[in-house]
């Protein structure tokens, strides 16, 4: 029921979106009281996106109607929500990289033909911005040479330049260190204070509970929830995502390591432009163990799983594993790797792991279908790979289980259960696994974990990756971190806690027993 007594910033009245036989958006209600930050959540293809789709005008709703500060605005491009007060944050943002803070800020915006006093007025208007809501940034600085933290304020300034009075943040912190993280939601705050609303998307639970008002919930395109966010937790959120009970904690015993399986020594990488993405690496990997890489994206993480998998050929160093040596002079494919026992689990499953083309039980069997166990006389055992696919569907609670079904009309977590599902059950000695859960709707994110632990308890060998340090720290006994292509520092998970782990990915961290920045 729409309350008419409280000044609302934004209010959804009855919004619906429907996409061909998909019911997007379903009779969405929803009201954000002014200067309050308010959280949406909900799983994947909940309709999150869409509906912040519509608010921004990327997406015309069916039917229903939105209202800003009480009164009813039609939105139906991007350019009729900023008239309307409303800015938005992308999660990959929208920045020329070769422009200035200024040139970025004032893209689209420049004010008349005469561009000099476009810039002297963009100048003193960003500097008073910037100084009113602590986002200090040099304006005169290329933003390709800024951290991405730095960059983040570039795109909240432009929605502010803009007159944003309503401010989205689609899953701002995917990017961020936790130091960068906190500093963002101060700022979020003080946005808050001086009267900016926001809506922030994110899947990430503790986030929404340390930094909202309100918090929504969304499930199959329908609102199911509203509550005051000191009035909930991170259960009660979860199982109003999900529709079920959902168990956030990993439950595994100590590990007990084994022998080393794999260990690279020295390895270096550039890229095709010459640059050095990969420096200097070295680590090892022991039966037994789960060893975690934590950092920001894009510090290297990708080009070590790559060239520990064979996908991309190590410019220097080598890397010793089964009782051979690989090396830049001596490689090895990705073919090669696999046969010799290491299974491998992509980043990015859409450009890696499977052909969405496929059908299920084809992608089912990727990288292995020259396997005799799939193969006939003449052609592919059909049978062996439908009887395979339904049969890892069903222990691994894939959605629909339906081997016929194309890659592409399964849902993302349901994709990556196909990937994993299909490296874990050929039983390697090493599994290289990246992003486990990136994308994977927090009902299966624990299955997904609870198959990674059950794996080491086998006394194999696992090196993850990812830029969730909540899952670092729950699946890890052992965490690496990265930065700028390199290994800045190890420890034991029992000694891992966020804010260290986040210095060391900032490359800010001292071996001072107080953990000062260094």
Not at 378 to 392: A, I
Request: hydrophobic content about 40%; glycine content about 8%; some cysteine.
């Amino acid at each position: 029921m729409i309350n008419t007594t409280i000044p609302y910033a934004i209010e959804l009245r009855d919004i619906s979106k429907r996409f061909g036989a998909v019911q997007a958006n379903k009779d969405i209600c929803l009201q954000v009281p002014k200067g309050s930050i308010h959280g949406i959540i909900g799983e994947n293809g909940a309709g999150k996106s869409t509906l912040m789709s519509i608010i921004y005008g990327f997406y015309e709703a069916d039917t229903g109607h939105i209202e800003v500060d009480g009164e009813i605005v039609n939105i139906r491009t991007s350019q009729d929500a900023i008239k309307a007060g409303i800015g938005m944050v992308h999660q990959h943002f929208m920045l020329v990289e070769n422009f200035t803070v200024l040139e970025n800020v004032m893209l689209g915006a420049e004010g008349g033909a005469l561009l000099r006093k476009g810039v002297s007025k963009a100048r003193t208007e960003l500097k008073r911005l910037a100084s009113q809501y602590s986002l200090d940034i040099d304006v005169d600085a290329i933003v390709e040479e800024l951290p991405v933290g730095l960059q983040q304020r570039v795109e909240i300034l432009k929605a502010l330049y803009r007159g944003a009075r309503i401010l989205i943040l689609d899953e701002p912190t995917g990017v961020l260190t936790p130091q960068e993280a906190d500093h963002l939601f101060r700022i979020l705050h003080s946005l808050k204070e001086k009267g900016v609303t926001v809506l922030l998307i994110t899947h990430k639970l503790r986030e929404i509970l340390a930094s909202t008002d309100n918090v929504s919930v969304m499930r199959q395109g329908e609102m199911v929830a509203h509550r005051e966010t000191s009035k909930t937790n991170k259960e009660e959120l979860a199982e109003l995502m999900v529709g079920k009970k959902v168990r956030l904690t990993v439950n595994k015993e100590e590990a007990e390591p084994g022998k080393v399986v794999l260990s690279a020594k020295h390895l270096s990488q550039f890229d095709s432009q010459g640059v050095k993405r990969l420096k200097d690496v070295s680590l090892e990997l022991r039966a037994g163990e789960i060893l975690g890489i934590a950092g920001v994206s894009g510090n290297g993480q990708s080009e070590l799983l790559n060239v520990l998998s064979g996908i991309t050929v190590m410019s220097e160093g080598e890397i010793h594993f089964a009782g051979d040596v690989i090396s830049a002079t001596v490689p090895k494919t990705a073919a090669q790797v696999r046969d010799m026992g290491m299974a491998h689990v992509p980043e990015d499953r859409h450009k890696m792991g499977l052909v969405t083309g496929f059908e299920a039980y084809e992608s089912a069997v990727l990288g292995y279908h020259n396997s005799p166990v799939y193969n006939g006389k003449f052609l592919m055992n059909r049978k062996v790979m439908l009887d395979e696919c339904s049969t890892r569907m069903a222990a691994w609670d894939v959605r629909p289980p339906n081997p016929y079904l194309k890659t592409a009309n399964f849902s993302g977590g349901n994709q990556q259960k196909i990937v994993i599902a299909r490296e874990v059950e050929q039983n390697p000695d090493v599994l290289l696994i990246g992003q486990p859960t990136r994308g994977v709707d927090i009902g299966a994110i624990e299955n997904i974990h609870e198959q990674i632990v059950s794996l080491r308890d086998a006394g194999k060998a696992i090196l993850l990756v990812s830029v969730e340090l909540d899952e670092i720290m729950a699946l890890s006994d052992r965490i690496l971190v990265m930065f700028d292509g390199a290994v800045v520092g190890e420890l034991d998970a029992k000694d891992a806690n966020e804010r260290v782990l986040g210095l060391m990915m900032a490359n800010s961290y001292s071996d001072d027993p107080r953990g000062e920045p260094a």
